[in-house]
């Protein structure tokens, strides 16, 4: 599913990642653990394609990356360390935003999204702006918008930060439903 050849990213002089290597199959939850500074952020960024490696492969589900970027991104939910909504949008409304960027059939969004909503527990809220949201509560709805694809390889950057405990599991138990059907899961985490 996602297969890193001699990645290796640098800035300037500074190497954040340097030469890794790695492999996750189908049905894996890999963490990918280390201290801040180590290079997991960088290393996610450059999977999801928001930088480019100074050199080497990234491979998801047989796509490169760099040379097909958009099959590639197509397979991927992304939910970053610091959660980023537009603050005047709903969270539904935000939803339909995100499932409209990858061409979710209008029906299935809505029923899709009505699941996510039921499965995560944000139905209290999913209609205030997000701008009142607790980072918690973004970090859920960011968390939803990456589910709606049904994406084959989830990449996760510390998913706990800002979640109360019960959250926290609910999140755990919906990225391991997510490993045993089938999709890799992909998380990074000092914990």
């Given at each position: 599913m996602l297969e890193l050849i001699n990645i290796t990213k640098k800035?300037?002089?500074?190497?954040?990642?340097?030469?890794?290597?790695?492999?996750?199959?189908a049905g894996d939850f890999f963490g990918f653990l280390g201290q801040n500074g180590a290079?997991?952020?960088?290393t996610i960024k450059m999977i999801?394609?928001?930088?480019?490696?100074?050199?080497?492969?990234?491979?998801?589900?047989?796509n490169d990356i760099v040379k097909e970027p958009i099959k590639a991104k197509t397979l991927i939910g992304y939910i970053p360390d610091q959660p980023f909504i537009y603050e005047k949008l709903t969270g539904r409304e935000f939803l339909f935003f995100s499932g409209g960027l990858y061409s979710i059939e209008k029906n299935k969004l809505r029923t899709k999204i009505d699941e996510t909503i039921e499965t995560l527990?944000?139905?209290?809220?999913?209609?205030?702006?997000?701008?009142?949201?607790?980072?918690?509560m973004k970090q859920r709805i960011t968390?939803?918008?990456a589910l709606l694809h049904d994406p084959k390889l989830l990449i996760v950057d510390e998913p706990?930060?800002?979640?109360?405990?019960?959250s926290a599991l609910i999140v755990?138990?919906?990225l391991r439903e997510k490993a045993?059907?089938?999709?890799?899961?992909?998380?990074?985490?000092?914990v």
């Open positions: 800035f300037g002089s500074f190497t954040a990642v340097d030469n890794l290597n790695l492999k996750v199959n290079g997991k952020t960088t999801s394609g928001l930088y480019t490696a100074t050199s080497g492969q990234i491979i998801i589900d047989g527990q944000i139905g209290d809220w999913i209609d205030k702006r997000t701008e009142e949201y607790s980072q918690g968390i939803a918008s706990m930060v800002g979640l109360d405990p019960q755990k138990n919906v045993n059907n089938g999709s890799a899961v992909f998380m990074s985490t000092q």
